[in-house]
């Protein structure tokens, strides 16, 4: 699970890494605890689409997580679409020069990058 972080101005997101979870309720507490670690304000989640845009069971595993993690902390959280998201972390990591089986522990942490600045990036417009 990656996780990332933005500047106080809500423009520019950047990884600030990413772990291993062993289920929703470990991933939950890994969450919550990042974002007390951290301060933040706001929780964004990835929403795991089908790439017709309907849910399946990714979706309710997502909503499992949310469900744990909003029982956990008093930040909000939003869910954001991050169809194709890994695809382009991988796109990224190859043109950057990484063989790809180095990719597996930055596809997270890289992944959650790009879904924070999506969604700064819907939000200023």
């Given at each position: 699970?990656?996780?990332?972080?933005?500047?106080?101005?809500?423009?520019?997101?950047?990884?600030?890494?990413?772990?291993?979870?062993?289920?929703?309720?470990?991933?939950?507490?890994?969450?919550?605890?990042?974002?007390?670690?951290?301060?933040?304000?706001?929780?964004?989640?990835?929403?795991?689409?089908?790439?017709?845009?309907?849910s399946?069971?990714?979706?309710?595993?997502?909503?499992?997580?949310?469900?744990?993690?909003?029982?956990?902390?008093?930040?909000?959280?939003?869910?954001?679409?991050?169809?194709?998201?890994?695809?382009?972390?991988?796109?990224?990591?190859s043109?950057?020069?990484?063989?790809?089986?180095?990719?597996?522990?930055?596809?997270?942490?890289?992944?959650?990058?790009?879904?924070?600045?999506?969604?700064?990036?819907?939000?200023?417009?």
């Amino acid at each position: 699970m990656g996780f990332s972080s933005c500047d106080p101005s809500g423009t520019l997101a950047s990884s600030i890494g990413a772990v291993g979870v062993s289920g929703v309720r470990d991933a939950a507490n890994k969450a919550a605890q990042k974002a007390k670690e951290t301060g933040a304000e706001r929780i964004v989640v990835g929403l795991p689409l089908k790439t017709d845009g309907t849910s399946g069971a990714r979706v309710e595993k997502t909503l499992a997580f949310i469900g744990i993690l909003t029982s956990l902390t008093d930040v909000p959280v939003e869910t954001f679409d991050e169809r194709f998201t890994s695809v382009v972390a991988h796109r990224f990591l190859s043109d950057s020069g990484l063989k790809t089986k180095k990719h597996k522990g930055l596809v997270d942490s890289v992944s959650a990058a790009l879904i924070l600045q999506d969604y700064l990036d819907r939000k200023r417009s």
